[in-house]
Each structure stands twice: as structure tokens, then as C-alpha cells.
């Protein structure tokens, strides 16, 4: 076919009144830019953050920094592959009407399209084993959240590698169709592959409220305070974060109008959009729990510091009744003295709240070693946070008597 043709030649006619525009067509893609812009800025903090603190701090780097690493590299692909895809600035069909798209365009576009699920399932898949590498970690000592996590791991695996088969036969050309423009294999993927996207979404909505349970059931059964434990329930709580983007997803979908083949190029953009920003909550939600609890300290210790250096220097200076009273009591035989202008030692105190803030974080962690008990099974227990698990979770002794009823 003359590539002329393909270049001039609309997928669709336009609606009556309108007119193809290849040049400057109307667009929405300047939607998802936003998004993407704004969600790669967070996740690269977030992600960094989270490699500081556990190659620098703790120094415990493990299977699921790794996991959340590779998904980070795939989240960023991802939202590059979807910037090449949308009108501008990577000049494809996405944000603009499907009258205003040639069939040179479309045919890229199917091709990146194929890519973009397949990717977006692979990270997704990475996330969700991240978290569960991240619980195996976490909950070492406890069997069942062991069990628990490993099944997780296999049910998303198997999902990812049977969806990444599927779809790819589905949405390729077989033998005997003209490539990527044949009416049957853009009438199957249209169909039997939009039904197969639509089924991974209720997998996803799914697999995150799992992912969310298992945490969460155990901490409601640690024998702590009622404080702690909702400390801890408010730190995996942000997991629902990722589960409600998952349902906004599966929400919108539902909407049979956004499939149509009408002009798919300017409705799917919904889909696109809640779908960036559910592995993006993913992956911060993931990094939560181990950036909070640092940080957390940090800034607390920031407020005492500060607390205490302003109260030092209260005590320095009287007050303003004291200093009247001294000026006009008739019985104080001593004239009023010019008070003393301050020396260098009298500015000490700035310079301890300066080095409180600044604390070395090995200090710190032997007081938080000397103060609280430790368990011999978990080993990952560099972090603040696992010293408190560990403190709270009940011994193997305790575990091995017939009371397991109440952890399940």
C-alpha cells in the first residue's frame, strides 16, 4: 500500500461539520502529561528515599529494594512508552479523535498499544511480588503470613505469564491477515482483548486487597497498646491508596462507550490516566512503610531538640513581671543594674540544638538497641520498625502451644 495513502488518509471519516486536521488537531494528551510529570516526580523521591535509607541508614538492602527497583525502572518505561503514544510530544494517535489520525498513525499505534499492556501487566506483577517479598521479610517469624505471601507470589506470577500469552496472540497478526490494519485482527483485539484487559482489572482490584489483608489482620492481633497498633494499622493503610485506584480503574471501565471503536483515540485517555496512576500509588505505598519510620524519628527528634532549647533559654531570661517588679519595689535597697550583656557560653545552647538535630544515626540506634527486646528468628532487623515487630510478636515457644486459632 502507497505510504501517500497511509499518510493522508484518516482511519475514520469525520463527523459531519468536521474536518481531518493532521497538523494541529484538537487534543486532550496534555492530560496525561500532567500525570505522568507529576507521579514521576514523587515516585523518584519516594524511591530514593527509600534507597538511602537502606543502603546508607540501615544498610539492609534485600530482595524486595531490588523488586521495588526493577518495578521503578518498569513504571518509568511505562510512562515513557505512553508519552510516545499521545499526540504531543510523541506525535501518536492518543488524546486526539480518531478522524484526525491517519492509518500510518494507527498502524504504530497498535503496535505500541500490544507493548503498553504487556508492559503495564509486568510491572504491576513486580509490584504486587515486592510487597510480598516485603511481608516475607517483615513477618518472617509468623507462618501463615509466610504462606500467605508465597501463594501471592504464584497466583500473580501465573496470571502475568498467561495474560502476557494471551494478549499477545490476540492483538498480533496471524498467518494469512494483512498486518496490523486487518479488519479480523483489529476486530479480535478490540473485542476479546479489551474483555481480557477488563479481567485483569478485577484481578488487580483484587490482589490489592489481599495484599492490604495480610498485613493488616496481623497487627490487629499484636499484644500492644491501642496507640501502636494504630500507628501500625495508619502506616499499611495507605495501601488502600493503590486499592482505590484500582477500583477507579475497573470503574471507568465499565463504561462500554469508552471502547467503541469510534473514536477510542480520545475516550480511552481515562483509562490511561487511572492506569498510570495505580502502579505509581503502588509503588509509593511500597515505599511508605520504610520511609515513614525514619523520617518519623527525624522529625521528631527535630521537635524535642527544638523544644528543649527554647525552654533553656526561657529559663535564662526572667520574665517581664519579674524584671518590673524588680525596677519598682520600694524595698529593694539595691539600684536597678543594667543586666549583664551575654557571654560566648551563653549561646551554648543553639549550638547543642544544632548538634541534637544533626545526632549521629549510629548513637541512636545503640540506645534503641539497649531498650528493646529482640527475637532471634527475624533476622531483617535493621530498621526501627522491625524492632518493634519483633518486640511485639509473640516468641517460637509461645507459637508452638495450641493457641495458633488466634493468628488466623
Known amino acids: 500500500?502507497?505510504?501517500?495513502?497511509?499518510?493522508?488518509?484518516?482511519?475514520?471519516?469525520?463527523?459531519?461539520?468536521?474536518?481531518?486536521?493532521?497538523?494541529?488537531?484538537?487534543?486532550?494528551?496534555?492530560?496525561?502529561?500532567?500525570?505522568?510529570?507529576?507521579?514521576?516526580?514523587?515516585?523518584?523521591?519516594?524511591?530514593?528515599?527509600?534507597?538511602y535509607i537502606r543502603l546508607g541508614v540501615t544498610k539492609s538492602y534485600g530482595i524486595d529494594d531490588w523488586l521495588c527497583t526493577a518495578a521503578t525502572i518498569l513504571t518509568l518505561s511505562y510512562s515513557a512508552l505512553i508519552l510516545k503514544l499521545l499526540w504531543k510530544p510523541g506525535g501518536g494517535i492518543l488524546g486526539i479523535h480518531l478522524w484526525d489520525v491517519s492509518i500510518s498513525q494507527f498502524i504504530k499505534y497498535q503496535k505500541?498499544?500490544?507493548?503498553?499492556?504487556?508492559?503495564?501487566?509486568?510491572?504491576?506483577?513486580?509490584?504486587?511480588?515486592?510487597?510480598?517479598?516485603?511481608?516475607?521479610?517483615?513477618?518472617?517469624?509468623?507462618?501463615?503470613?509466610?504462606?500467605?505471601?508465597?501463594?501471592?507470589?504464584?497466583?500473580?506470577?501465573?496470571?502475568?505469564?498467561?495474560?502476557?500469552?494471551?494478549?499477545?496472540?490476540?492483538?498480533?497478526?496471524?498467518?494469512?491477515?494483512?498486518g496490523w490494519v486487518d479488519p479480523d485482527m483489529v476486530h479480535r483485539c478490540g473485542t476479546k482483548a479489551t474483555k481480557l484487559i477488563t479481567g485483569a482489572s478485577y484481578f488487580n482490584v483484587i490482589t490489592d486487597f489481599y495484599i492490604l489483608f495480610i498485613p493488616l489482620h496481623q497487627v490487629v492481633t499484636l499484644n500492644v497498646s491501642r496507640a501502636k497498633k494504630i500507628g501500625l494499622c495508619m502506616i499499611f493503610l495507605t495501601g488502600l491508596l493503590a486499592c482505590g485506584a484500582a477500583l477507579t480503574n475497573l470503574i471507568i471501565r465499565q463504561n462500554k462507550h469508552i471502547f467503541k471503536g469510534e473514536d477510542f483515540s480520545w475516550t480511552l485517555v481515562p483509562v490511561y490516566a487511572t492506569s498510570i496512576v495505580e502502579i505509581n500509588v503502588g509503588l509509593l505505598c511500597h515505599s511508605m512503610p520504610v520511609i515513614f519510620v525514619p523520617l518519623y524519628g527525624r522529625f521528631k527528634q527535630l521537635g524535642n531538640s527544638l523544644s528543649?532549647?527554647?525552654?533553656?533559654?526561657?529559663?535564662?531570661?526572667?520574665?517581664?513581671?519579674?524584671?518590673?517588679?524588680?525596677?519598682?519595689?520600694?524595698?529593694?535597697?539595691?539600684?536597678?543594674?543594667?543586666?549583664d550583656i551575654p557571654s560566648?557560653?551563653?549561646?551554648?545552647?543553639?549550638?547543642?540544638?544544632?548538634?541534637?538535630?544533626?545526632?549521629?544515626?549510629?548513637?541512636?540506634s545503640r540506645r534503641e538497641e539497649a531498650t528493646l527486646p529482640t527475637v532471634n528468628e527475624l533476622t531483617t532487623a535493621d530498621i526501627s520498625y522491625h524492632n518493634e515487630l519483633k518486640s511485639m510478636l509473640p516468641s517460637q515457644s509461645e507459637k508452638s502451644r495450641p493457641t495458633t486459632d488466634q493468628s488466623t
Open 344 to 364: 560566648r557560653n551563653d549561646l551554648s545552647g543553639i549550638r547543642t540544638f544544632i548538634r541534637n538535630v544533626y545526632r549521629s544515626e549510629g548513637q541512636t
Open 1 to 51: 500500500m502507497d505510504s501517500g495513502y497511509l499518510d493522508s488518509t484518516p482511519v475514520r471519516p469525520p463527523p459531519p461539520g468536521q474536518v481531518s486536521n493532521f497538523v494541529d488537531p484538537v487534543s486532550r494528551s496534555y492530560q496525561l502529561v500532567i500525570i505522568i510529570g507529576v507521579f514521576t516526580a514523587l515516585v523518584s523521591i519516594f524511591v530514593l528515599l527509600r534507597l
Open 308 to 339: 528543649s532549647w527554647v525552654r533553656e533559654r526561657r529559663k535564662r531570661r526572667p520574665s517581664s513581671a519579674e524584671s518590673y517588679s524588680n525596677l519598682a519595689s520600694p524595698d529593694n535597697n539595691t539600684p536597678p543594674q543594667i543586666p
Open 112 to 178: 505500541g498499544s500490544l507493548a503498553d499492556s504487556i508492559l503495564i501487566r509486568i510491572c504491576s506483577t513486580t509490584i504486587k511480588v515486592a510487597f510480598f517479598a516485603f511481608y516475607l521479610r517483615l513477618f518472617a517469624v509468623v507462618r501463615h503470613i509466610r504462606v500467605m505471601a508465597w501463594v501471592g507470589i504464584a497466583v500473580v506470577t501465573t496470571f502475568c505469564v498467561a495474560f502476557v500469552v494471551a494478549d499477545a496472540v490476540l492483538c498480533s497478526p496471524w498467518p494469512g491477515e494483512h
